[in-house]
């Protein structure tokens, strides 16, 4: 058990449907992470929070959008959703520091149909 | 350019050899760090070792050990005595940004599939 928390595991949507992934990450860390896993992309980087504010983005969407809240933890939000949005998200969490492990989620399967 | 780059998409190994799973990495920051992972069929993305730039030596824990050749910038995974609960993928991520700021971004490669066969 990693001490990152996901829900849900498993999700399955409607096109043009929008849902939300809850993230809680480790007790003490400040940094979230969020990644999409699909099989013809690999992992992609999405975004990261920084003890609430964004620091980092990667190829994310802008029918997507997450924040951090106060208490730590984190929300993707994606909308218009789209057969290609199928895959594993994850959520990873680490303490920003030299040296640092970052520990990841189980993952949330989201199934468009 | 890639930043992380993962050159066997599928490797076998024998029950009890050792193997070695190969990344290379691209990065113009002084301060980086390198990470494997491993995800078995199941999904979840679970972390093997850490190894610092500026770590002098090999990360090692229990039968995983990095062999780190910062010059020719490659960070490569060593599994000792493999068991079939290895079979699994297997990837290797850097970790670059400074920490002022909290700001880091972490890339990961495409990851190798590895199966070890009794």
């Known amino acids: 058990d990693s001490g990152v928390t996901q829900t849900p595991k498993h999700l399955i949507t409607a096109t043009g449907q929008r849902v939300t992934l809850r993230c809680s990450p480790r007790?003490?860390?400040?940094?979230v992470y969020w990644y999409q896993q699909s099989l013809d992309q690999g992992l992609q980087f999405l975004i990261q929070?920084?003890?609430?504010?964004?620091?980092a983005k990667g190829n994310i969407l802008e029918r997507f959008s997450a924040q951090q809240f106060p208490d730590l933890h984190s929300e993707l939000n994606l909308s218009s959703l789209e057969l290609g949005d199928s895959a594993l998200y994850f959520c990873?969490?680490?303490?920003?520091?030299?040296?640092?492990?970052?520990?990841f989620g189980e993952g949330s399967w989201l199934t468009v149909v | 350019a890639q930043k992380i780059t993962q050159t066997q998409p599928g490797m076998f190994v024998q029950e009890k050899e050792a193997v070695t799973l190969d990344c290379t990495y691209d990065?113009?920051?002084?301060?980086?760090?390198l990470f494997w992972y491993k995800q078995p069929s199941s999904g979840e993305m679970i972390f093997l070792i850490y190894?610092?730039?500026?770590?002098?030596q090999n990360a090692t824990e229990g039968r995983y050990s990095l062999n780190f050749q910062k010059a020719r910038k490659s960070a490569n995974l060593v599994i000792s005595a493999s068991q079939l609960g290895d079979s699994a993928m297997y990837f290797c991520?850097?970790?670059?940004?400074?920490?002022?700021?909290?700001?880091?971004?972490?890339?990961f490669g495409t990851g190798t599939k590895l199966q070890v066969i009794p």
């Open positions: 990873a969490s680490s303490v920003v520091s030299s040296g640092n492990t970052i520990y």
């Open positions: 007790s003490g860390d400040l940094s």
């Open positions: 929070y920084y003890n609430g504010e964004e620091r």
């Open positions: 990065t113009s920051d002084q301060s980086y760090g």
């Open positions: 190894q610092g730039s500026y770590d002098e």
């Open positions: 991520a850097m970790r670059e940004g400074t920490n002022s700021g909290g700001y880091q971004k972490v890339t």
